[in-house]
């Protein structure tokens, strides 16, 4: 992928975010309770109910959920014993990466595709496979990618105008 590379051994992500995402979400039940949360579990008795977790583990989840703004907790005011989870935008902007661990998990784990099946409301059609897109929606390949420092990004039309220039020679 090119000359320049990511700092490998950024492991607090000063450079690249994703040490900062694996703190927050890097541990499978972390991933689960937030497919629970997707599918409409809010309760700590919930979530331990489904997901067969042990209540330490759940707490200890779940706070760190909540220190990282991924969930929201709230008393209800009904009974102040029982507290909601909720995702935040923060957490519900998790969902791409989500379906794409999914799709992942469908092709090369389980190789058959899951269900209940994500569709979209208008059409209740499947949704399609979570790709990497260039700025103007076009699906890229591994192949079609290069790392460039931030610095060196052009206008989009100054970067045609070298590329043509670099082919031209």
């Not at 200890?60 to 909601?84: F, Y």
């Not at 060196?152 to 031209?168: C, N």
Request: hydrophobic letters at 45%; charged letters at 25%; glycine letters at 8%.
């Amino acid at each position: 992928m090119g000359k320049l590379r990511e700092p490998l051994n950024d492991i607090y992500g000063n450079n690249c975010a994703l040490p900062l995402a694996l703190e927050a979400m890097g541990e499978r039940w972390s991933f689960m309770i937030l497919r629970a949360a997707f599918n409409g579990v809010h309760h700590f008795e919930e979530f331990q109910q489904e997901l067969g977790i042990a209540r330490n583990i759940l707490s200890n989840r779940l706070s760190k959920l909540v220190d990282h703004g991924i969930m929201a907790r709230e008393v209800m005011a009904e009974d102040r014993r029982k507290v909601q989870y909720q995702l935040t935008q923060k957490g519900i902007e998790l969902l791409p990466a989500m379906i794409a661990l999914r799709q992942w998990g469908e092709k090369w784990g389980a190789g058959v595709p899951s269900t209940p099946v994500l569709v979209d409301t208008r059409d209740e059609q499947p949704i399609g496979p979570v790709t990497i897109t260039a700025h103007d929606g076009r699906s890229l390949a591994y192949g079609e990618l290069v790392w460039k420092h931030r610095s060196e990004l052009q206008p989009l039309g100054q970067a045609r105008v070298r590329m043509a220039a670099v082919a031209a020679e």
